[in-house]
């Protein structure tokens, strides 16, 4: 799960490549951030567990839950700035996942 989780969140991502983010990740987790190639389309939140979900076999409930704890293990271990700038890089419905607040911009 968690390499699922963590290749399908830099597929949607993409920080810039001078980005520190891969950098601060274990390195096995590092190794899979960097690897894949960007998403033809990126993925909103909820989407992103669907997929998750069929791709490792399991339910939208447990997809949503297992990435969440790999996510904000990363988050605990890459601090507050970089997951900021990861979560600017993907649509809308990420950060919770990252164990984030996702505030949402009030339509004028």
Do not use: H
């Not at 839950?65 to 293990?73: E, H, M, T, Y």
């Amino acid at each position: 799960m968690s390499t699922s989780t963590t290749a399908r969140t830099a597929q949607n991502a993409r920080p810039t490549n001078a980005s520190p983010w891969p950098a601060a990740l274990p390195e096995e987790a590092a190794r899979v951030f960097t690897a894949d190639v960007p998403a033809v389309k990126q993925l909103a939140g909820a989407a992103f567990v669907a997929e998750l979900a069929e791709r490792t076999g399991g339910t939208p409930a447990t997809a949503r839950w297992d990435a969440g704890v790999v996510l904000s293990q990363i988050a605990t271990l890459v601090g507050d700035d970089l997951v900021a700038e990861v979560v600017s890089c993907l649509p809308p419905g990420y950060a919770l996942l990252f164990g984030r607040a996702e505030l949402l911009t009030q339509a004028a």
